[in-house]
């Protein structure tokens, strides 16, 4: 039987995150994958330096992909340092694989890295989210939700 998966992932250092991935994208489901690296990749990321931002996620042959992630050479790498935007293979089941590519596939939905980040066994971690666009409308509303919970906390903040 297999073990039953936490329901919050184990985020011992996070690395990197996407914040402007939960404006952008209604956030459907999550994932935790690892990522393939190479060595001075490791050590990169292991030293805090890395970018998510304008990066996805793509199924590609019955494999998941992260496209377009910067992780900068390592500053004592030597011949034998990464490229730096290379794809990154991402590591999952063959099952979380064949449930991403289907929703991709028929409902249109988009492969977002949400952060990256070392797990308590000090793996590099990705957390992947399925998400769906947002409209112009969808993130005007969010703004404006925004802005009220931080003038709601400002007048609780006075009335005290």
Known sequence: ????????FDKQKTVAENRRARFDYHIEDKFEAGLALQGTEVKA???????????YAEVRDGQVWLINANIPEFSHGNRFNHEPR???????????????????ERKGMTLVPLSVYFNATGRAKVELALAKGK???????????????????????ENR
């Open 1 to 8: 039987m297999a073990r039953p998966k936490p329901a919050t």
């Open 86 to 104: 290379r794809p990154r293979k991402l590591l999952l089941h063959g099952r979380e694989i064949e449930r991403l590519f289907g929703a991709v």
């Open 135 to 157: 409209q112009a409308h969808d993130k005007r509303q969010t703004i404006k939700e925004r802005d009220w919970k931080r003038d709601k906390a400002r007048l609780l903040r």
């Open 45 to 55: 990321l292991r030293a805090g330096e890395a970018s998510i931002a304008e990066s």
